[in-house]
Protein backbone atom coordinates (compact mmCIF):
# COMPACT_ATOMS: atom_id res chain seq x y z
CA UNK A 1 0.00 0.00 0.00
CA UNK A 2 0.93 3.22 -0.82
CA UNK A 3 0.64 5.69 2.48
CA UNK A 4 1.19 9.50 1.95
CA UNK A 5 0.53 11.38 5.56
CA UNK A 6 0.59 15.23 6.08
CA UNK A 7 2.04 15.91 3.00
CA UNK A 8 2.97 19.86 2.53
CA UNK A 9 4.65 21.35 -0.61
CA UNK A 10 5.74 24.83 -1.33
CA UNK A 11 6.56 26.34 -4.97
CA UNK A 12 9.17 28.81 -3.34
CA UNK A 13 7.15 31.06 -1.20
CA UNK A 14 4.17 29.55 -2.16
CA UNK A 15 2.54 26.89 -0.40
CA UNK A 16 0.40 24.52 -2.62
CA UNK A 17 -0.27 21.61 -0.86
CA UNK A 18 -1.50 21.84 2.80
CA UNK A 19 -1.20 18.51 5.08
CA UNK A 20 -2.63 16.27 2.59
CA UNK A 21 -2.97 12.36 3.36
CA UNK A 22 -3.91 9.75 0.89
CA UNK A 23 -4.02 5.60 0.84
CA UNK A 24 -3.82 3.70 -2.16
CA UNK A 25 -4.37 -0.33 -2.32
CA UNK A 26 -2.76 -2.61 -4.60
CA UNK A 27 -5.91 -4.28 -6.28
CA UNK A 28 -7.81 0.09 -6.55
CA UNK A 29 -7.74 2.48 -8.30
CA UNK A 30 -7.49 5.51 -6.25
CA UNK A 31 -9.15 8.86 -8.25
CA UNK A 32 -7.54 12.35 -7.28
CA UNK A 33 -10.05 15.12 -8.57
CA UNK A 34 -10.72 18.82 -8.52
CA UNK A 35 -10.17 21.57 -10.17
CA UNK A 36 -7.48 23.05 -12.15
CA UNK A 37 -4.81 24.23 -10.30
CA UNK A 38 -6.04 22.65 -6.43
CA UNK A 39 -2.47 20.34 -6.87
CA UNK A 40 -3.38 17.01 -8.11
CA UNK A 41 -0.14 17.22 -10.25
CA UNK A 42 1.91 18.24 -7.97
CA UNK A 43 0.96 15.45 -5.11
CA UNK A 44 1.70 13.09 -7.99
CA UNK A 45 5.26 14.58 -8.88
CA UNK A 46 6.15 14.77 -4.85
CA UNK A 47 4.76 10.93 -4.47
CA UNK A 48 7.26 10.60 -7.55
CA UNK A 49 10.30 12.12 -6.38
CA UNK A 50 10.28 15.03 -9.27
CA UNK A 51 9.39 17.68 -6.53
CA UNK A 52 10.55 17.69 -3.10
CA UNK A 53 8.02 18.41 -0.25
CA UNK A 54 7.80 20.35 3.23
CA UNK A 55 6.91 18.15 5.63
CA UNK A 56 4.54 14.83 5.48
CA UNK A 57 5.71 11.44 4.75
CA UNK A 58 5.58 9.05 2.11
CA UNK A 59 5.09 5.00 2.92
CA UNK A 60 5.18 2.27 0.44
CA UNK A 61 4.38 -1.25 1.91
CA UNK A 62 5.95 0.02 5.32
CA UNK A 63 8.61 1.57 4.12
CA UNK A 64 9.17 4.78 4.43
CA UNK A 65 10.36 7.25 1.48
CA UNK A 66 12.54 9.82 2.84
CA UNK A 67 12.01 12.92 0.39
CA UNK A 68 13.20 10.32 -2.66
CA UNK A 69 14.67 11.74 -5.92
CA UNK A 70 12.96 10.49 -9.23
CA UNK A 71 15.49 7.43 -9.25
CA UNK A 72 14.95 6.63 -6.51
CA UNK A 73 11.00 6.19 -6.02
CA UNK A 74 11.50 4.49 -9.25
CA UNK A 75 13.72 1.82 -7.69
CA UNK A 76 11.21 1.83 -4.78
CA UNK A 77 8.51 0.79 -7.33
CA UNK A 78 7.12 4.06 -7.82
CA UNK A 79 5.98 4.64 -11.84
CA UNK A 80 4.96 8.16 -13.15
CA UNK A 81 2.93 9.10 -16.30
CA UNK A 82 3.28 12.49 -16.62
CA UNK A 83 0.35 15.27 -18.00
CA UNK A 84 2.29 15.69 -21.39
CA UNK A 85 3.82 11.83 -21.03
CA UNK A 86 7.84 13.14 -22.23
CA UNK A 87 7.90 10.13 -25.10
CA UNK A 88 11.28 10.60 -26.65
CA UNK A 89 10.37 11.62 -30.05
CA UNK A 90 13.65 10.97 -31.63
CA UNK A 91 13.65 7.38 -30.21
CA UNK A 92 11.63 4.26 -31.97
CA UNK A 93 8.62 2.83 -29.80
CA UNK A 94 11.14 0.14 -28.58
CA UNK A 95 13.77 2.22 -27.61
CA UNK A 96 11.29 4.48 -25.58
CA UNK A 97 10.13 1.02 -23.75
CA UNK A 98 13.81 0.44 -23.63
CA UNK A 99 14.24 3.17 -21.27
CA UNK A 100 12.12 1.77 -18.58
CA UNK A 101 14.57 -0.78 -18.52
CA UNK A 102 17.02 1.15 -15.50
CA UNK A 103 15.52 -0.15 -12.90
CA UNK A 104 15.23 -3.59 -13.95
CA UNK A 105 18.41 -6.50 -13.92
CA UNK A 106 20.21 -6.96 -16.66
CA UNK A 107 18.70 -10.30 -16.70
CA UNK A 108 15.38 -8.95 -17.33
CA UNK A 109 16.30 -6.57 -20.11
CA UNK A 110 13.26 -7.55 -22.49
CA UNK A 111 9.96 -5.92 -23.52
CA UNK A 112 7.47 -8.95 -22.65
CA UNK A 113 5.06 -9.99 -25.08
CA UNK A 114 2.29 -8.41 -21.73
CA UNK A 115 2.75 -5.45 -23.12
CA UNK A 116 2.16 -6.30 -26.63
CA UNK A 117 -0.78 -7.59 -25.24
CA UNK A 118 -1.98 -4.55 -23.54
CA UNK A 119 -1.21 -2.15 -26.19
CA UNK A 120 -1.28 -4.03 -30.14
CA UNK A 121 -0.88 -0.84 -31.86
CA UNK A 122 2.68 -0.35 -30.03
CA UNK A 123 3.66 -3.95 -31.56
CA UNK A 124 2.58 -2.64 -35.17
CA UNK A 125 4.36 0.90 -34.79
CA UNK A 126 7.50 -0.69 -32.65
CA UNK A 127 9.55 0.75 -35.18
CA UNK A 128 8.13 3.95 -35.66
CA UNK A 129 9.45 7.21 -33.87
CA UNK A 130 7.72 7.80 -30.77
CA UNK A 131 7.41 11.62 -32.65
CA UNK A 132 5.46 10.44 -35.29
CA UNK A 133 2.86 8.31 -32.97
CA UNK A 134 -0.32 10.34 -32.83
CA UNK A 135 -1.14 11.60 -29.29
CA UNK A 136 -3.22 8.60 -27.76
CA UNK A 137 -0.82 6.39 -29.44
CA UNK A 138 1.96 8.06 -27.42
CA UNK A 139 -0.39 8.28 -24.26
CA UNK A 140 -0.36 4.12 -24.83
CA UNK A 141 3.64 3.75 -25.17
CA UNK A 142 3.97 6.19 -21.92
CA UNK A 143 2.17 3.43 -19.77
CA UNK A 144 3.37 0.73 -21.44
CA UNK A 145 6.85 2.40 -20.87
CA UNK A 146 5.89 3.03 -17.17
CA UNK A 147 4.55 -1.03 -17.22
CA UNK A 148 7.99 -1.81 -18.34
CA UNK A 149 9.57 -1.57 -14.81
CA UNK A 150 7.00 -3.98 -12.77
CA UNK A 151 5.67 -1.06 -10.35
CA UNK A 152 4.04 -0.98 -7.39
CA UNK A 153 2.20 2.12 -7.87
CA UNK A 154 1.08 3.57 -10.77
CA UNK A 155 0.77 7.38 -10.97
CA UNK A 156 -1.38 8.43 -14.14
CA UNK A 157 -1.97 12.28 -14.74
CA UNK A 158 -4.56 12.76 -17.05
CA UNK A 159 -4.36 9.79 -19.10
CA UNK A 160 -6.90 10.98 -21.47
CA UNK A 161 -6.25 14.35 -22.09
CA UNK A 162 -6.63 15.61 -25.98
CA UNK A 163 -7.06 11.56 -26.95
CA UNK A 164 -9.81 10.31 -29.16
CA UNK A 165 -12.77 8.92 -27.51
CA UNK A 166 -11.67 5.07 -29.07
CA UNK A 167 -8.53 5.25 -27.30
CA UNK A 168 -10.00 6.57 -23.84
CA UNK A 169 -11.89 3.29 -23.83
CA UNK A 170 -8.43 1.24 -24.84
CA UNK A 171 -6.49 2.86 -21.86
CA UNK A 172 -9.69 2.58 -19.57
CA UNK A 173 -10.07 -1.24 -20.49
CA UNK A 174 -6.18 -1.37 -19.33
CA UNK A 175 -6.91 0.39 -16.18
CA UNK A 176 -9.25 -1.95 -15.35
CA UNK A 177 -7.13 -5.19 -16.04
CA UNK A 178 -4.37 -3.48 -13.89
CA UNK A 179 -6.98 -3.27 -11.20
CA UNK A 180 -8.38 -6.39 -10.99
CA UNK A 181 -4.96 -8.73 -11.19
CA UNK A 182 -4.82 -6.87 -7.83
CA UNK A 183 -0.63 -6.20 -7.87
CA UNK A 184 -0.60 -2.73 -7.92
CA UNK A 185 -2.20 0.50 -6.98
CA UNK A 186 -3.27 2.91 -9.20
CA UNK A 187 -3.18 6.54 -8.16
CA UNK A 188 -5.27 8.61 -11.23
CA UNK A 189 -5.52 12.47 -11.60
CA UNK A 190 -8.01 13.09 -14.18
CA UNK A 191 -10.41 15.85 -15.14
CA UNK A 192 -12.95 13.44 -17.54
CA UNK A 193 -15.18 13.13 -14.88
CA UNK A 194 -17.34 9.95 -16.21
CA UNK A 195 -13.61 7.78 -16.76
CA UNK A 196 -12.65 8.29 -13.34
CA UNK A 197 -15.87 7.58 -11.65
CA UNK A 198 -15.87 4.80 -14.01
CA UNK A 199 -13.17 3.34 -12.70
CA UNK A 200 -12.46 5.30 -8.94
CA UNK A 201 -12.68 2.43 -5.80
CA UNK A 202 -11.50 5.34 -4.19
CA UNK A 203 -11.86 9.45 -3.91
CA UNK A 204 -9.70 11.84 -2.71
CA UNK A 205 -10.82 15.51 -3.63
CA UNK A 206 -8.59 18.49 -3.36
CA UNK A 207 -9.41 21.84 -2.91
CA UNK A 208 -6.91 24.84 -3.11
CA UNK A 209 -4.39 22.44 -1.78
CA UNK A 210 -6.30 20.52 0.78
CA UNK A 211 -8.26 17.05 0.90
CA UNK A 212 -11.80 18.24 1.19
CA UNK A 213 -13.61 14.73 0.57
CA UNK A 214 -11.43 11.33 0.99
CA UNK A 215 -14.07 8.19 0.41
CA UNK A 216 -14.60 4.78 -0.67
CA UNK A 217 -16.72 4.48 -4.06
CA UNK A 218 -19.71 2.54 -1.97
CA UNK A 219 -19.66 5.26 0.41
CA UNK A 220 -19.92 8.71 -1.51
CA UNK A 221 -22.59 9.57 -4.50
CA UNK A 222 -21.59 10.80 -7.76
CA UNK A 223 -23.88 14.16 -7.31
CA UNK A 224 -21.92 14.49 -3.69
CA UNK A 225 -18.42 14.37 -5.38
CA UNK A 226 -19.01 16.37 -8.53
CA UNK A 227 -20.32 19.01 -5.87
CA UNK A 228 -16.94 18.71 -4.67
CA UNK A 229 -15.01 19.24 -8.14
CA UNK A 230 -17.43 21.93 -9.01
CA UNK A 231 -16.09 23.66 -5.83
Not at 95 to 105: K, R, S
Request: a neutral charge.
Amino acid sequence: MLKVENLTLHYGASQILWGVSLDARAGAVTAVMGTNGVGKTSLLRAIAGRHPYSGGTITLNGQVLDHPRAAQAAQAGIAYVPQGREVFSLLTVTENLQTGFACLPRSDHKIPDRIYDLFPVLHQMRDRRGGDLSGGQQQQLAIARALIARPKVLLLDEPTEGIQPNIIKQIGKVIELLRDEGEIAIVLVEQYFDFAYSLADQFCVLNRGEVVLSQPASAVTRDAILQRVSI
